[in-house]
C-alpha cells in the first residue's frame, strides 16, 4: 500500500513541479531540483517522522541541483529570475542553520533541505518565499504544540514542515502566474 501511496504522490507533485503554465520558461530554472524534491518527498517525510533523520543521499542532490539550476539561471538569462538572490538565500540559511545546528536548535538534515527548498523556491518565485515560511512555520508550531501536548516530546520532526511549507509555496506561485481571462 505504502509503495502506491508513494506514487501517487510522487506523480502528483512531479505534476506540479513541471506543469508549466502560459509562461513556462518561467519553471524550467527550478524544475530539476524541484523534480528531485518531488520523487525524494515520501522517503523524506517517512525518514523524518520515523528516524528523525533527513538523508545526505536525498538533501545533497537537491542542493546541487539548485545550484546548477541558478547557475544556468544565470547564464543563460532565463525570465526575470535573480539567481544571485537564490544563491544569497541559500548562503545565509546555511551559515543560519550551521549556528542554529551547532546549539542543538535544528539537524543539519533540516539545514541541508531547508536550503534547497528555499534556493528551488527562489529560483520558481521570489513571492513563493511568504507563503513557504509562513506554511513551514505554522507547521512547526502545530506539530510542536501537539508533540508537547500528546507525547511530552521536546523535539518534533521538522522536514514535513519544510516540506509542506514548499510545496504550497509553489502551488501559490502556479496560482499566481495562472493566465487570467482574455481581455
Keep these: 500500500m505504502n509503495a502506491f501511496v508513494d506514487a501517487a504522490v510522487i506523480l502528483l507533485l512531479l505534476g506540479l513541479a513541471l506543469g508549466a503554465p502560459e509562461s513556462g520558461l518561467d519553471w524550467l530554472a527550478a524544475a530539476p531540483a524541484a523534480c528531485w524534491v518531488a520523487v525524494a518527498t515520501p522517503a523524506l517525510v517517512r525518514s523524518d517522522l520515523e528516524h528523525?533523520?533527513?538523508?545526505?543521499?536525498?538533501?545533497?542532490?537537491?542542493?546541487?541541483?539548485?545550484?546548477?539550476?541558478?547557475?544556468?539561471?544565470?547564464?543563460f538569462g532565463e525570465g526575470g529570475r535573480d539567481p544571485a538572490l537564490a544563491l544569497g538565500l541559500c548562503l545565509i540559511i546555511s551559515a543560519v542553520g550551521f549556528w542554529a545546528s551547532a546549539r542543538g536548535g535544528v539537524g543539519m538534515g533540516d539545514v541541508k533541505l531547508a536550503v534547497?527548498?528555499?534556493?528551488?523556491?527562489?529560483?520558481?518565485?521570489?513571492?513563493?518565499?511568504?507563503?513557504?515560511?509562513?506554511?513551514?512555520?505554522?507547521?512547526?508550531?502545530?506539530?510542536?504544540?501537539?508533540a508537547v501536548r500528546r507525547h511530552r516530546a521536546t523535539s518534533i520532526a521538522y522536514g514535513p514542515c519544510l516540506l509542506a511549507g514548499y510545496w504550497c509555496g509553489l502551488v501559490a506561485a502556479r496560482i499566481a502566474a495562472w493566465p487570467g481571462p482574455a481581455g
Design 52 to 75: 528523525r533523520r533527513l538523508p545526505n543521499a536525498l538533501t545533497l542532490p537537491a542542493v546541487g541541483l539548485v545550484a546548477l539550476s541558478a547557475a544556468g539561471s544565470w547564464v
Design 116 to 146: 534547497a527548498l528555499v534556493g528551488s523556491a527562489t529560483l520558481v518565485d521570489v513571492r513563493s518565499l511568504a507563503v513557504v515560511a509562513l506554511v513551514t512555520g505554522a507547521s512547526g508550531v502545530a506539530a510542536a504544540v501537539v
